[in-house]
């Protein structure tokens, strides 16, 4: 992968659009599970489990299997709510696998306006595990593609790798195919762009630690601890975007922030930023656009 390496102090001030301050991208997963697959190995799902014992992949596992589930068939729509009751813009990533077997809940992310993000094929489906077969690569990110474009009804601009298993060559592939932006790299607080061989693509990052599952399902943080440091991430970032714009992602899943007693963390939060001047909830899509035509006052190529 070939980007610059620039230290925050080195850069130029980042200037958002409008006089805003802080990119606040809300971040909801859109994710797919088989409940079985070939072979003997300990079932991978792209996702911590709730039941920590391994299962073998070609064992129906129901508690994990189940509690997935309920994010598509109950905590997704709780989740929609407070996008609605709010007025906030949100994205969505999404594994094919949604849009061919949950139709239904791409179409209300659609219906409401959300950015949809391509997130592989299906979440267990690691994309790395093709490293060194570009071919296989490209195969699988054209055919994720052809799934979006005909369930969205337009052309992905952006890609988000199943469990953050990206590639270098994914990226090289992802601007060859038209994308504007890649969301696998999770080293900077603001966009920046990365060579390929197709022209620059920009990068606009994801989030491990300010995630669903980081907070809640593998540290264990009640709703309300995990609320504070959701809130202290933006306060933070809110405080040093008064000298350079800076994004905030807050990625989660409807199984884990969809759950009756955790949907106060997603709505509290969102007020509490909506309660700041200058904060922008942003579409990596909009971001993306912006920096292309922008970077050189922020990270010059020259």
């Known amino acids: 992968m070939h980007y610059r390496w620039s230290p925050l102090p080195a850069r130029k001030p980042l200037r958002w659009p409008n006089g805003k301050r802080l990119a606040v991208i809300l971040t909801i997963n859109l994710e797919y599970w088989e409940m079985v697959k070939d072979g003997k190995e ?6 911590p489990p709730i039941i920590l014992d391994p299962v073998p992949a070609n064992i129906a596992d129901f508690p994990n299997f189940s509690w997935r589930e309920y994010g598509q068939r109950v905590g997704v729509w709780r989740c929609f709510e407070v996008f609605r009751k ?11 696998l949604t849009a061919l077997n949950r139709p239904e809940i791409v179409k209300a992310a659609v ?20 490293s060194g077969d570009v071919e296989a690569q490209r195969k699988l990110i054209r055919e994720v593609l052809s799934v979006y474009e005909q369930a969205v009804g337009r052309k992905a601009k952006g890609w988000l790798s199943s469990s953050l298993r990206g590639t270098p060559d994914a990226i090289d592939i992802c601007a060859e195919e ?30 491990i630690e300010i995630n669903d599952f980081s907070l809640f ?23 040093e975007s008064a000298e350079t714009g800076k994004i905030m992602n807050f990625g989660f899943h409807p199984h884990v922030i969809g759950q009756p007693f955790r949907v106060r963390a997603l709505r509290d939060f969102i007020e509490h930023a909506k309660q700041h001047d200058g ?15 922008n970077h050189e006052s922020h990270i010059p190529t020259g």
């Open 279 to 293: 904060v922008w909830f942003a579409t990596r899509e909009e971001i993306a656009q912006w920096y292309l035509k």
């Open 86 to 96: 709010t007025g906030v813009q949100a994205t969505a990533t999404m594994n094919a």
């Open 178 to 207: 038209g994308l504007t932006y890649y969301c696998d790299l999770m080293n900077d607080d603001q966009p920046y762009l990365i060579e390929t061989p197709a022209g620059p693509i920009v990068s606009v990052p994801y989030v």
């Open 111 to 130: 219906d409401l306006g959300m950015e949809l993000v391509a997130h592989g094929w299906e979440q267990g489906e690691l994309l790395h595990k093709l």
């Open 42 to 47: 300990p079932h991978y799902a792209g996702g």
């Open 217 to 239: 399902t593998r540290r264990g943080l009640t709703t309300s601890q995990g609320l504070e440091e959701i809130k202290e991430q933006f306060d933070v970032l809110y405080a």
